[in-house]
């Protein structure tokens, strides 16, 4: 029997769409140590190749659904390069390159049967797949928590992905009637059956988002009545459809009645009557909070790169009040105007614009016989409105498994009339760009591997008290870019053998380029501090607490036990305004559970902070101790609900 040359093999296996959508589910839900990214930017790389290798990069795709993938990879490089935190940067820009590869895998996948409902099939078929990942992970972390090893350290798969995926749902479910029934035309009997079916799948949706998200739900029923309306004007010849509207509404109206009387009854009876309820008009405060923050961060952003605070544990580091604002992240497009500046916000909504107006003009001169083809692409750009009306308040766009989606169904809808792909990029350019990207993934996975491999050395001769070689190992790793955390280690070692100028002079070569890490102030504060440098201990801890007091509770603490510790009273009495309101907002965050913070040791951060400050001031102590018994009784009913 003939074999297969080990490469050839690879190209088989990853020409097997249901073998690759496997590996990205292992991907996801199988972290590579601390760092999931690497086996998914592994897996994106020989995804592609394989593509190139069969010359399916050779295939034409759509013009601008291409240039928005290639423009979001491209300002996740150039972000990079202009942070002022790039050793935890390099994650976000793997993640980012990796996902634009998987997208531009699936489109050449998707285009190689070379018929327009080959293609529509297939990419719904990823859809679906990406859909129901999204909805199985997202159940498992709502019923284990952060219990849950399953889920643990997938960040992309949040209730906001969910509720995404559930807003999609509803055009898969279209195109799954057209296909069960292919004989749809103008026969009455047949349309009235499809639009049945499609508004009791609608019904189903909108009841499971109802027990869910409000909003969500709400946008499914206006993206229902938008659909119903036009497809009633544009059949308004057939009385049997129109029937079978009123029906199906009446069903929808009486189906959202009885979920929101259940969910009253699940809340009366089910919920635990000291659990702590968030009040609604707070709640509409930190959205307005959120968006006011995310709008300052966009406004610090330069033309070419991020600018300051680039990234997640500082993205929330505006001004020096507490905030209750990282419950959630803002809008998408706030977001994005956040993270990598208004410019890519622009050239995303621009392209966004041009792509569904595109899919909306063959809707305004449709062929008699392609009823089904008008409904599912009116359904999808339905669905991709309504989420970005959803992520007018949520970033679930930023989440992978939706977000996969949200490209997979804007490449649907340009394939359907062949007009974009009749223009496509150029094969030059194209595959100078793709394996262009194709390499900085490379390049980042295999500087990251050499640095994680480096890590492992240095700590094993560590560990067998090997110094002098160890710190060989730190020093040569330090020449590598973004070489993530080595320079932690490399001053706990340099410490550990009272070398603390060598420390101190390691550690300030990492905060030259990434000043807004606390994590590199907090070190060179312990460093002061074993050398006897109370100035520089307080400088560091000052520096420290500016940067991450609104995001750590140990940054304050450790701040206000060294003030105290060294009796800076005077400095503590300036910061006292400040500290309070800080204690205010953490206060609120423990007692709603934001992000899982009461199941965190924070809420004993929180206490001795308390305790702390209830110390220095014996006439607030009653308010201090107050706020410290509070935490401690939410934090217990949290834990004790996640048992």
């Known amino acids: 029997m003939r074999t297969l040359p080990h490469r050839a093999v690879l190209v088989r296996a990853f020409s097997n769409d249901a073998t690759v959508l496997c590996i990205i589910a292992i991907a996801l839900l199988v972290p590579f140590g601390v760092h999931p990214e690497l086996l998914l930017g592994v897996i994106a790389f020989i995804a592609y190749i394989a593509s190139v290798r069969r010359g399916l990069s050779l295939r034409p795709v759509p013009l601008m659904l291409w240039a928005l993938l290639v423009i979001t990879a491209v300002f996740s490089v150039n972000a990079l390069l202009y942070s002022t935190v790039p050793s935890t940067g390099w994650q976000d820009t793997v993640r980012a390159i990796a996902y634009v590869l998987i997208f531009l895998w699936s489109l050449n996948a998707a285009s190689r049967e070379g018929s327009e409902d080959a293609y529509v099939r297939l990419l719904v078929r990823f859809f679906a797949a990406i859909v129901l990942l999204s909805i199985a992970i997202a159940a498992v972390r709502f019923m284990f928590g952060s219990v849950s090893s399953f889920s643990a350290g997938v960040s992309e798969t949040s209730p906001d992905a969910w509720r995404g995926a ?94 929101f009387v259940m969910n009253g009854v699940h809340r009366s009876y089910l919920v635990m009557d000291d659990a702590p309820q968030p009040e609604v008009a707070e709640s509409k405060v930190l959205v307005l909070e959120r968006t006011v923050q995310a709008w300052k961060l966009a406004e610090q952003k330069p033309l070419t790169g991020w600018g300051p605070r680039s990234f997640p544990f500082v993205l929330w580091h505006v001004d020096g009040e507490a905030r209750g604002s990282f419950e959630a992240e803002p809008s998408a497009i706030l977001l994005i105007a956040a993270e990598r500046g208004f410019p890519a916000a622009i050239v ?54 939706i977000a996969l989606a949200f490209w997979i169904v804007l490449g649907a809808l340009l394939a359907l009339p062949s007009a974009d792909v009749a223009f496509p990029v150029p094969r030059p350019l194209r595959y100078i760009v793709e394996v262009l990207l194709a390499a900085v993934l490379i390049f980042f996975l295999i500087t990251q591997a050499a640095v994680g491999i480096g ?54 070569s990492y905060i030259d380029h990434n000043d807004d890490d606390a994590r590199g102030w907090t070190l060179l504060s312990e460093v002061a501090r074993d050398s006897d440098d109370t100035a520089g201990e307080l400088f560091a801890k000052e520096k420290a607490f500016e940067r991450a007091g609104t995001v750590s509770l140990f940054v304050i603490r450790d701040f206000v036990q060294a003030l105290v510790r060294t009796n800076h009273r005077e400095t503590l009495d300036k910061r006292k305004v400040q500290i309070d309101a800080l204690i205010s907002g953490f206060s609120q965050l423990i007692r709603k559970d934001v992000q899982g913070i009461a199941h965190t040791d924070n809420v004993e951060q929180f206490i001795a902070l308390c305790n702390t400050m209830a110390a220095m001031y014996p006439d607030e102590a009653p308010r201090y101790t107050v706020a410290a018994a509070k935490a401690d009784h939410h934090a217990a009913i949290y834990r004790r609900r996640q048992f």
């Open 348 to 401: 995303f909504l621009l392209l966004l614009f041009v792509i569904l107006y595109r899919a909306y003009l063959p809707l305004r001169s449709f062929a008699s016989s392609d009823i089904p083809l008008l409904s599912f692409r009116l359904t999808a750009i339905l669905g991709i409105c309504g989420l970005i009306i959803q992520n007018l308040f949520s970033a679930s766009l930023s989440a992978f498994p």
């Open 166 to 259: 559930l807003i999609f749902l509803w055009p898969l479910s279209t195109h799954w009637l057209w296909k069960r029934c292919p004989t749809f035309r103008w026969e009455r009997g047949a349309l009235c059956e499809y639009a049945l079916r499609t508004m009791i799948s609608s019904v189903f949706v909108t009841a499971v988002l109802l027990s869910v998200d409000l909003v969500a739900a709400a946008i499914v029923i206006l993206q229902l009545v938008g659909w119903a309306f036009i497809v009633y004007r544009r059949t308004r010849s057939f009385a049997v459809f129109h029937s079978a509207l009123p029906v199906v509404s009446c069903t929808l109206l009486c189906t959202a009645g009885l979920v």
């Open 455 to 508: 890590l492992a050395r240095a700590h094993s001769l560590h560990s067998r008290g090997e110094n002098e070689a160890a710190l060989g190992w730190y020093a040569t790793l330090r020449g590598i870019p973004f070489h993530r955390d080595s320079v932690f280690r490399e001053a706990q070692v340099l410490r550990g053998a009272s070398r603390f100028p060598d420390a101190e002079r390691v550690v300030r």
